[in-house]
């Protein structure tokens, strides 16, 4: 639908730019993902697969999965607390797949 008509958009004019895209999919807990939801989400990863897959210069990166018991890096079922983004962007800063530029690319003469 809608959604997907704009990540299209979006990518196409990234790709464009040679601007890179990294697309995360953040924790959710187990009690969030009932049985809907959870067909949703397998849906939905589906779908981003294929397009990293298939798109230059978009990366998927699945963290749903990634801590569904572990309450504390939540403030509710389906929103990380500032401990569980802090770990997520650990986790993502370590990530060799993503892109990152490098310091010497950042610098400004």
Same mark, same amino acid.
């Given at each position: 639908?809608?959604?997907?008509?704009?990540?299209?958009?979006?990518?196409?004019?990234?790709?464009?730019?040679?601007?890179?895209?990294?697309?995360?999919?953040?924790?959710?807990t187990?009690?969030?993902?009932?049985?809907?939801?959870?067909?949703? +989400?397998?849906?939905f990863?589906? +779908?981003?697969?294929?397009?990293?897959?298939?798109?230059?210069?978009?990366?998927?990166?699945?963290?749903?999965?990634?801590?569904?018991?572990?309450?504390?890096?939540?403030?509710?079922?389906?929103?990380?607390?500032?401990?569980?983004?802090?770990?997520?962007?650990?986790?993502?800063? +370590?990530?060799?797949?993503?892109?990152?530029?490098?310091?010497?690319e950042?610098?400004?003469?």
């Open positions: 639908g809608r959604q997907v008509d704009a990540l299209e958009s979006l990518l196409d004019f990234t790709q464009a730019q040679d601007i890179p895209v990294v697309f995360v999919n953040t924790p959710l187990d009690i969030y993902l009932d049985a809907y939801r959870t067909r949703a +989400e397998n849906e990863l589906r +779908e981003m697969l294929q397009r990293s897959a298939t798109r230059s210069g978009f990366v998927f990166r699945d963290l749903g999965q990634l801590w569904p018991a572990q309450y504390g890096y939540f403030s509710d079922p389906s929103h990380l607390n500032r401990y569980g983004a802090f770990q997520v962007a650990v986790r993502l800063a +370590e990530d060799p797949i993503i892109p990152w530029p490098s310091a010497q950042t610098e400004t003469p």
